[in-house]
Nanobody
Framework: QVQLVESGGGLVQAGGSLRLSCAAS????????MGWYRQTPGEERELVAR???????DYTDSVKGRFTISRDNAKNTVYLQMNSLKPEDTAVYYC????????WGQGTQVTVSS
């Protein structure tokens, strides 16, 4: 059974940093696309960043230059380093792993105060 366990969310002031982690288990994820999405109340879940098995990253425009996604295949873990955080980054962040189907984490709250 595939499980994704997220950690690293919390409350931070604008301009601060947080690092999210997502540890996957239950199968091999070497060939998976791993990523992070976020969602605010009343809005659709949106892609924040994703990284391919070859470690090619892709970011939504609003986080380019501030967020960095990385992965450790040996640990089946994907990370999201978030710097220069803004209040508009406040959301629940979800880990996503896509290999034959989508798998989702339970979500972790990130709150950025102004």
């Amino acid at each position: 059974q595939v499980q994704l366990v997220e950690s690293g969310g919390g409350l931070v002031q604008a301009g601060g940093s947080l690092r999210l982690s997502c540890a996957a288990s239950g199968r091999t994820f070497t060939n998976a696309v791993m990523g992070w999405y976020r969602q605010t109340p009343g809005e659709e879940r949106e892609l924040v960043a994703r990284i391919t098995s070859l470690r090619t990253p892709d970011y939504t425009d609003s986080v380019k230059g501030r967020f960095t996604i990385s992965r450790d295949n040996a640990k089946n873990t994907v990370y999201l380093q978030m710097n220069s955080l803004k209040p508009e980054d406040t959301a629940v962040y979800y880990c996503n792993v896509r290999i034959s189907k989508n798998y989702w984490g339970q979500g972790t709250q990130v709150t950025v105060s102004s």
